[in-house]
């Protein structure tokens, strides 16, 4: 089913490769465009990081987000949806993006930005009851391609981490009521297409 839904056929050696990141591997290629990657237990499918630059640093108003597309890097798309907590089941029932975080939208403070990590960054990972230094939790999290990975903040520091996951200061809780949903995408030429036609 995971690999189905990619579009990627199931055969004898990627099952094999698969049965390879319940041992020591962390990550391994599946295809040209593909890796399976184990992260905190979970097994998730993630595109190739594309060759291209690092992040391009935009601000986004926060009053704009909503049903905004933001190619963050060559070959690296965000999209932002606002969605009302109530409908938030129902939406992810028929969403499919290869990374999702999930934030309450009323807990940002001002415009977010959209930037590369920096010296000095930290984070209060959600559920996870720490702060870390990011450029530390890149590294124990062994993740790929740094430079290349999309930090959001706001007026009172990091809001999410690629890979890293949201900053508990916007965890979404009983008391939320909007929430601001984002995909990050590897997307084809063909979407690059229609995305930018929208911006």
Not at 9 to 14: D, L
Not at 90 to 100: D, G, K, M, R
Not at 145 to 164: M, N, S
Request: one cysteine or more; glycine letters at 10%; aromatic letters at 6%.
């Amino acid at each position: 089913g995971l690999l189905a839904r990619q579009g990627i056929e199931c055969s004898a050696q990627r099952v094999r490769a698969l049965e390879q990141l319940l041992g020591d591997r962390r990550r391994v290629r599946l295809t040209g465009d593909w890796y399976a990657v184990v992260r905190r237990g979970v097994l998730r499918l993630e595109p190739s990081a594309p060759v291209g630059g690092p992040i391009r640093p935009r601000l986004l108003p926060k009053s704009g987000l909503d049903g905004l597309w933001v190619e963050a890097a060559e070959g690296k798309w965000l999209h932002f949806s606002v969605i009302n907590c109530a409908d938030y089941e129902n939406f992810e029932n028929i969403s499919s993006a290869y990374l999702n975080l999930v934030m309450d939208y009323d807990k940002i403070t001002g415009d977010i930005l959209l930037r590369a990590r920096q010296p000095g960054d930290r984070i209060r990972p959600a559920g996870r009851g720490c702060s870390k230094d990011l450029r530390r939790a890149f590294s124990e999290l062994a993740l790929p391609d740094r430079e290349r990975l999309c930090v959001l903040a706001d007026q009172e520091g990091i809001l999410c981490a690629e890979g890293v996951g949201i900053d508990q200061r916007v965890s979404p809780d009983e008391g939320s009521g909007r929430l601001l949903r984002i995909a990050l995408c590897a997307v084809d030429r063909h979407v690059r297409k229609r995305c930018r036609a929208q911006l």
